[in-house]
């Protein structure tokens, strides 16, 4: 199976942190919305590689995809619908932000068949948010959860961030107490990343604000994975806790390197072992669309070393390396060799867990990821260059 995403570029205001593409100017939300029904019908006109695939995700990204109306979101879907095979138990996720719909709004998404809803929350403080420079307070973050229970969403996500500055482990603790007494049924927690380009960026290198060091980020960090863990949250994902059933079947495709296809300004495309992404500039984007063609900026082509380096990297980073998937995909063992006595070091030391089909890092061990990852992959490199 495979997945579909959405990105729609459209913020009422820039947060400091973000680097997503997204523009300000909301007038251009309608030509927008034209462009990308029409990239859609082209892409499905000009193709076929997908055609006897069936797509059982759809995820509406950004941006804020909630700026669009209910009857934009319908049209998008119906448009899906006629071009390709869409399961009919498929997850269709939108996210939302608080301070842009209501109750009339989040209902009429239900309507459409949109079933998992997604809300950046990112605090529960107001202080906080007006740092991060979000355009809604805690009780809009509240207000439309609640709503979202009532019109009768069940699939509930929110995102949170720590590592804020200032923060203590005692502040992000009582975010994490609002969101379980809300009763969601899926959290993504977040570290504050210091990207190059944004304005977040400029206050840390003037020393301006000065973000927590890597320890006390350690720390938060620990402290988020035993909390949601006792609230019942399974950790499936680095930064991804949900309660059994209700992890993003979508977000899964990346990380278990599986084929999506992206429609929109910057969206990325996934498809066995080539990958390409859209412009990252609406007017070039819709220009591009207005003379017929496909909106993409850049492919690339991965060689074997490369995707199972991805396989390794996006498989522990979530619900472990999937063996047999590995060998289906390689055509050769992942426990061979000399990787065998790395995993089984990791395993001893309690960085890495085996169960059944899948390799998968313990608490303990998503701490230290990225260089776990690295010594696999070196190791498996020792083994691919050996056999060669
Ligand atoms: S609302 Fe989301 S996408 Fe838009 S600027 Fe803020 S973080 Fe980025």
Request: proline share 3%; aromatic share 14%; net charge negative.
């Amino acid at each position: 199976m495979s997945g579909i995403y959405i990105h729609i570029p459209f913020c009422e205001r820039k947060c400091i942190y973000c680097d997503f593409y997204s523009v300000e100017n909301l007038n251009l939300i309608d030509r927008f919305t034209e462009s990308l029904l029409k990239e859609i019908e082209i892409f499905s006109i000009e193709t076929d590689f997908f055609n006897d695939s069936i797509f059982d995700t759809i995820y509406f990204g950004g941006g804020t995809p909630s700026l669009l109306e209910p009857a934009q979101i319908a049209k998008i879907l119906n448009e899906l619908s006629q071009r390709f095979k869409i399961s009919s138990n498929a997850e269709i996720t939108l996210e939302t932000n608080p301070g842009t719909v209501d109750k009339r709004k989040l209902l009429e998404f239900k309507n459409l068949g949109v079933n998992r809803i997604s809300f950046g929350v990112q605090s529960f403080f107001d202080d906080d948010l007006k740092f991060l420079g979000r355009i809604h307070t805690s009780e809009d973050a509240f207000k439309c959860i609640n709503d979202s229970f009532d019109v009768g969403f069940e699939n509930v996500s929110i995102d949170l961030i720590f590592g804020l500055p200032g923060q203590t482990v005692e502040k992000w603790l009582e975010n994490l107490k609002f969101a379980v007494s809300l009763n969601v049924s899926h959290i993504s927690a977040y570290n504050l990343i210091v990207e190059r380009g944004t304005p977040l960026h400029e206050l840390v290198s003037l020393g301006k604000v000065e973000i927590p060091e890597d320890e006390i980020q350690a720390q938060l960090y620990e402290k988020t994975i035993d909390f949601l863990e006792n609230a019942g949250y399974v950790h499936y994902e680095v930064s991804n806790y949900a309660f059994d059933g209700f992890e993003c079947r979508h977000n899964l495709k990346y990380w278990q390197y599986e084929n999506y296809i992206g429609f929109g300004p910057s969206a990325h495309s996934f498809w066995i072992n080539k990958r390409w992404w859209n412009y990252a500039n609406l007017n070039k984007y819709i220009n591009a669309i207005d003379l017929g063609k496909i909106p993409v900026a850049n492919f690339e082509i991965l060689d074997e070393e490369k995707m199972i380096e991805e396989f390794i990297y996006l498989g522990l980073r979530s619900k472990g390396i999937n063996v047999a998937r590995f060998k289906e995909k390689f055509g050769f063992e992942f426990v061979d060799g000399d990787i065998k006595d790395e995993i089984k070091e990791f395993e001893r030391a309690g960085y890495i867990s085996i169960n059944g089909d899948f390799i998968k890092l313990t608490p303990k061990g998503f701490l230290l990821c990225d260089e776990i990852v690295l010594r696999l992959i070196s190791k498996i490199k020792f083994v691919m260059k050996w056999e060669s």
